[in-house]
């Protein structure tokens, strides 16, 4: 299986602030298959990115996703309060799918 | 709208058996490719088992440390899609999602609200 390791696993920010998560894959992936989501507490998951760059429906302008083989990121590129949650990368590129350990994004 | 409501859960001994219910609205889901999905309690999100759709001849796909023991099934009059679990183990114990992959991208669209399943004597 392939493993995503995720980093860092907890980030203290401001709001205005840019924030970015790094997702390194255990082997190769296509970028057709990278994705993120949201979990706010106490809520199932959101999907926020897919495919590396693609932002899901009613997502804003200030996610944004790049990537490709086994590097990817994620960037909020001036946090909001409401973005207070934790977010996982996930493959889709090989079987069995597997999700990143996760980041939580804490406001100071 | 769309819909995925879980039902099934609780408490259970470990060894024994549960099934998880998954009941759909709001889209063709005769066509859909469904998943479960958990989340443990130290928040590790973990891919479960997917069945696809008739046309795929509702190929079946499994994480190793449910096989032999899960069994994802569905039942597309009723738009529901479930999750048969034998010899569970306390490291079963999570939420549960149901999740809808809507456009082939294998990635999770939709979610529902999940169902919480606990392994312990």
């Known amino acids: 299986a392939i493993v995503l390791n995720q980093s860092p696993s907890s980030i203290i920010a401001s709001q205005g602030e840019k924030v970015t998560i790094t997702c390194r894959a255990s082997s190769s992936i296509s970028s057709n298959y990278l994705h993120w989501y949201q979990q706010k507490p106490g809520a199932f998951p959101k999907l926020v990115i897919y495919s590396t760059s693609y932002r899901a429906s009613g997502v804003p302008s200030r996610f944004s996703g790049s990537g490709s083989g086994t590097s990817y990121s994620f960037t909020i590129s001036r946090v909001e309060a409401e973005d207070v949650a934790t977010y996982y990368c996930q493959q889709g590129s090989s079987n069995p799918f597997t999700f990143g350990s996760g980041t939580k994004l804490e406001i100071k | 709208e769309v819909q995925l409501v879980e039902t099934g859960g609780g408490l259970v001994q470990p060894g024994k058996s549960l099934k998880l219910t998954c009941a759909t609205s709001?889209?063709?889901?005769?066509?859909?490719?469904m998943h479960w999905v958990r989340q443990s309690p130290e928040k590790q999100l973990e891919w479960v088992a997917q069945?696809?759709?008739?046309?795929?001849?509702?190929?079946?796909y499994y994480a190793e440390s449910v096989k032999g023991r899960f069994t994802i099934s569905r039942d597309d009059s009723k738009s529901s899609v479930y999750l048969q679990m034998n010899s569970l183990k306390e490291e079963d114990t999570a939420i549960y999602y149901c999740?809808?992959?809507?456009?082939?991208?294998?990635?999770?669209?939709?979610w529902g609200q999940g169902v919480m399943v606990t392994v312990s004597s």
């Open positions: 709001g889209f063709t889901f005769s066509n859909a490719w």
């Open positions: 069945i696809k759709a008739k046309s795929n001849n509702y190929a079946t």
């Open positions: 999740t809808w992959e809507r456009l082939r991208g294998h990635y999770f669209d939709y």
